[in-house]
């Protein structure tokens, strides 16, 4: 578009190269911030593992006392790093991260020593808890990551652990609503903060959500039990899949979100080759339809996508 408006109009170069400069091309300034967070992140991710790989190698011959002592050590430098003035705005935050995993390690290193028996359930649960006031004060994205993956990882060993046995559609309630609910908290929590969560954070867990719609309908489609209760569970979370699907689509009409406008195409094509199977079955021409249809569902994603693109940067 650049050029084109450089061909048309009587921009000189030198503006014409400021202009390519500055919309078209990554600053160096964001190099900078990116090296700063990759490094960072980088760096933190290695100390967390060499701690954790430290104890698993090292376990029976360290003490209790030493195991429980480095690291609390570690938690109270990370926690001390993390409320300095002095420092830097995001390595406190990377600090207060690093906080937030100790804490898993803590209670790891308690039922291990103590021999508590609980479930591997309880751990994430107190966990997740632990570590929530920090997520809600943090105003940190990652920190929200962390955190929804704790509150996955919990729901999922409940129904694994405590009750087994369940039909797999109260899992997938209990997850799409979970993730509804974690999209949503940090917006919530960010208006009395003034922060907003990144960009990425929306796009992730709407991703989450729509795949977790699409494993709804599934499980709706193809399920095969007759019993009348577990008929309803099923589809009490189609209903919801729909609710969420067709909600997201709007909401991408909205605030003219390609990215979410493209999980919901991606989800409409899932669905329609589900339904496809459904019908269709596994025959050797069934699979020929199914390779066309994926061939050209795929072409027709792009273009509607690439269409939906050009007519919203138009409007602007």
């Known amino acids: 578009m650049l050029y084109s408006l450089c061909e048309c109009s009587s921009l000189e ?19 900078k911030k990116f090296t700063e967070y990759f490094f960072l992140t980088l760096g933190s991710g290695f100390l967390l593992s060499g ?20 690291i609390l050590f570690l ?30 390690v803590l209670l790891a290193v308690f039922g291990q020593e103590y021999q508590t028996g609980a479930n591997a359930y309880d751990l994430f649960l107190v966990w997740t808890i632990a570590v929530f006031s920090w997520t ?3 105003e940190f994205t990652p920190q929200w990551l962390f955190w929804s993956v704790l509150s996955n990882t919990t729901l999922i060993l409940y129904f694994n652990q405590v009750v087994s046995g369940s039909n797999i559609s109260y899992l997938f309630i209990g997850l799409l609503l979970l993730n509804i609910f974690i999209l949503i908290l ?11 969560p990144h960009s990425y954070y929306r ?17 709706w489609l193809f399920s095969e039990t007759g019993n009348k209760d577990i ?32 999980y919901f195409v991606l989800t ?40 939906q693109q050009r007519k919203w940067s138009y409007e602007s």
């Open 136 to 138: 809600a004060v943090s």
């Open 186 to 196: 940090p917006y919530m929590l960010g208006k009395m903060q003034n922060y907003i």
């Open 13 to 31: 170069k030198k503006q014409f190269e400021k202009l390519v400069e500055e919309y078209s091309c990554t600053k160096v300034s964001h190099w």
């Open 75 to 104: 938690l109270i430098v990370s926690i001390v790093i993390s409320i300095s003035r002095n420092i830097k705005i995001l390595v406190q935050k990377m600090s207060l991260l690093g906080a937030s995993v100790l804490v898993g």
């Open 203 to 219: 796009s992730l867990m709407i991703f989450v959500c729509n795949f977790l719609s699409v494993f709804g309908v599934a499980i």
């Open 51 to 70: 701690i954790t790989f430290f104890f698993a190698y090292n376990w029976n011959n360290i003490p209790g006392f030493w195991k429980f002592g480095i």
């Open 231 to 262: 008929q309803m569970n099923e589809v009490t979370l189609l209903l919801i899949s729909i609710m969420w699907i067709v909600g997201s689509f709007y909401a991408s009409l909205k605030i003219k979100n390609i990215l979410m406008f493209s």
């Open 268 to 307: 409409v094509v899932s669905i329609v080759l589900m339904l496809l199977y459904k019908v269709l079955g596994d025959s050797e021409t069934s699979f020929l339809i199914y390779t066309l249809y994926v061939l050209f569902g795929t072409y027709g994603l792009i273009k509607i996508i690439s269409h």
